[in-house]
């Protein structure tokens, strides 16, 4: 059973307009969540990250807002550049002890020149 | 520092043979993970240590699946015997293990394809 879901599995943008990508998470228990990009053949790198005691965190072109009541969160990318053209994962963890990361199944984005 | 290290990067095998992928962390960290890429599912979390001890291998498939940390520089996964539907992108990461720290360091990935 998926506890965090993205369920656009692709997303296309012009260059210079807002990229909203979206994700959903089941367990309540979830207290950080990160968004991580991955270009082809290579490892996922990670871009920004909320704590569940927050509901917005920008960092340069990048926001990532949280809705804890609905449990969704979403990444803006504003404005879009056709670099940022890649896979992109939402992942939660409890915090705590563990610090396991539970991962989405990714959004692929393309931004159109 | 040169990141998470994983070898091969491809492995081609035969259905039945035996595959060890190898990681090496980032040099300080404390934590290592090993993870499996595939459309339907994901991101999907195998097994994890903390300190050379797994903690948690809840999402490794199958007895065939198997995972050692002899030390802190140096993971296996296993495979014994391969299948088809192993076919898939294995990423090791890494990170130094603080409260309030969760981010995670990715390897390149290793490619697997078991005919």
């Known amino acids: 059973d998926q506890q965090v879901k993205q369920n656009s599995p692709s997303l296309s943008v012009q260059e210079g307009r807002i990229s909203i990508l979206n994700c959903d998470y089941t367990n309540s228990m979830f207290d950080y969540f990160l968004w991580y990009k991955k270009y082809p053949a290579e490892g996922p790198t990670f871009l920004i990250s909320?704590?569940?005691?927050?509901d917005k965190n920008e960092d340069g072109r990048f926001t990532v807002f949280l809705n804890k009541s609905a449990k969704h969160l979403s990444l803006h990318i504003v404005p879009s550049q056709p670099g940022d053209s890649a896979v992109y994962f939402c992942?939660?963890?409890?915090?705590?002890?563990?610090?396991?990361?539970?991962f989405g199944t990714g959004t692929l984005l393309a931004v159109q020149p | 520092d040169a990141g998470v290290i994983q070898s091969p990067r491809h492995e081609v095998t035969e259905m039945g043979q035996e595959v060890t992928l190898r990681c090496k962390p980032i040099s300080g960290h404390n934590s290592l993970f090993w993870y499996r890429q595939t459309m339907m599912r994901g991101l999907e979390l195998l097994i994890y240590?903390?300190?050379?001890?797994?903690?948690?291998d809840s999402g490794m498939p199958e007895d065939r699946f198997s995972a050692k940390m002899p030390n802190a520089s140096f993971s296996t996964l296993k495979i014994q015997p391969s299948e088809p539907r192993d076919s898939a992108v294995y990423f090791c990461a890494s990170s130094l293990k603080l409260a309030g720290d969760y981010e995670q360091y990715f390897g390149p990935g290793t490619r697997l394809t078991v005919t």
């Open positions: 240590f903390n300190n050379n001890v797994p903690i948690d």
């Open positions: 992942a939660a963890s409890w915090g705590g002890a563990t610090n396991k990361l539970i």
């Open positions: 909320i704590s569940s005691i927050k």
